[in-house]
């Protein structure tokens, strides 16, 4: 172990000399890639981007490898780094967070915990593992993490314990940067961008009538009731986006009826919405999620309902989460809710559009029914 050691340090000297001569840019020194907007596969357009890796410690329980856990991770950040297509969070920012968050050297780290770490490191990959030994072999197992689909990968390499570290490392570290990048799309969510979200609605509604629609969206900042509502500015911007002629529902006042109507959804939408064909009702809110020195993580969650103003009948219903780091708290709040609107808007409004139109052919029917009856 002594000689395993010694060529362990030599090793390291040798990789992070090359990574000095060499396109290596941590991730906080690379500037973010512009994403173009893309049509449905806005999911294969999100991973042309780097993906944002976070390397944490192994666990290393085996006494033979006891002192490991630590050197695995960092041997494999250096390596992991050397790939185009990837992005490595610095060490010595991770170790601060887990340090606040208690989890030290372990590696250990839960689906929650992952989340967590992943907001307030911006990263979109958390990548740890365990070392172990089986009849006088070292075994690595790594496991790639996706903070926002919970997506999971394991790869696996070994090597002699009289053998240099860095080559079952560097093999676990190949293994595992080509399974992300055949799984790019699947370990970050589908859509992120409002240019990307525009493009989807844009193709998901095709040329389907549009209906006027009204939103009004309650929200809740930091335990702090808001004046200036993110998640409704976010639906609204989409919806006049991809045309179809939105409203505040702060202009219809039917705030009220909107607060009652989250806790009853038999109430009927009062006579004043039906200036609009379809009154989007929902609530938001977020809290508080961690804090690493003067960034502050906030999670916030919005869940949507597009109701039929004419008969009360609801057309669809949809929720989604998102968190965001900033400096202040209540823009991170703010933040975080406009993408989880934007989000949640994606999936309610080409299924609202959809049944609104189905309905409407259906009245269409009776109507000429009616008339011919008449005749």
């Keep these: 172990m002594h000689r395993m050691a010694c060529a362990l340090i030599l090793s390291v000297a040798l990789v992070l000399a090359t990574c000095a001569s060499s396109q290596l840019v941590w991730a906080q020194e690379k500037p973010e890639q512009p994403q173009a907007a893309s049509p449905p596969a806005d999911a294969l357009q999100q991973a042309k981007s780097p ?204 705030a009220d009826w909107a607060m009652e109507f989250l806790r009853d959804a038999s109430l009927s939408p009062p006579s004043i919405s039906q200036k609009a064909d379809v009154v989007i009702v929902g609530e938001g809110f977020s809290e508080y999620a961690g804090r690493k020195g003067n960034l502050i993580s906030v999670k916030a969650r919005v869940e949507l309902k597009a109701v039929y103003t004419k008969t009360g009948r609801i057309l669809a219903i949809s929720r989604s989460g998102a968190t965001h780091v900033d400096l202040a708290e209540l823009i991170a709040g703010k933040t975080a809710l406009q993408m989880a609107a934007g989000k949640a808007a994606v999936e309610l409004l080409p299924e609202a559009v959809e049944e609104w139109n189905k309905i409407r052919a259906e009245e269409a029917r009776q109507e000429k029914e009616a008339e011919q009856e008449k005749e």
């Design 51 to 254: 993906l944002t890796v976070a390397v944490l410690n192994f666990e290393a329980k085996d006494k033979p490898v006891g002192d490991l856990g630590e050197k695995i991770a960092d041997l494999l950040t250096v390596f992991l780094g050397l790939e185009e297509h990837l992005q490595l969070v610095e060490r010595a920012r991770l170790q601060q967070i887990l340090e606040e968050m208690e989890l030290g050297a372990s590696g250990v780290v839960a689906p929650g915990q992952a989340t967590r770490i992943g907001g307030l490191l911006g990263a979109q990959v958390l990548v740890t593992g365990r070392a172990f030994v089986v009849n006088e072999k070292l075994y690595i197992t790594g496991k790639a993490i996706s903070v926002e689909t919970s997506r999971l990968g394991a790869e696996l390499a070994k090597g002699g314990l009289d053998q240099d570290l860095d080559v079952p490392v560097q093999e676990l570290a190949a293994k595992l940067a080509a399974w992300l990048k055949d799984n790019a799309d699947k370990m970050v969510a589908s859509i992120q961008t409002p240019a990307d979200q525009v493009a989807v609605l844009k193709t998901a509604l095709g040329d389907k009538e549009r209906p006027t629609v009204a939103a009004m969206v309650i929200e809740t900042h930091v335990g702090q009731a808001t004046i200036d509502p993110a998640a409704e500015t976010e639906v609204i911007y989409l919806m006049r986006k991809v045309g179809i002629p939105a409203i505040s529902g702060r202009e219809l006042r039917i």
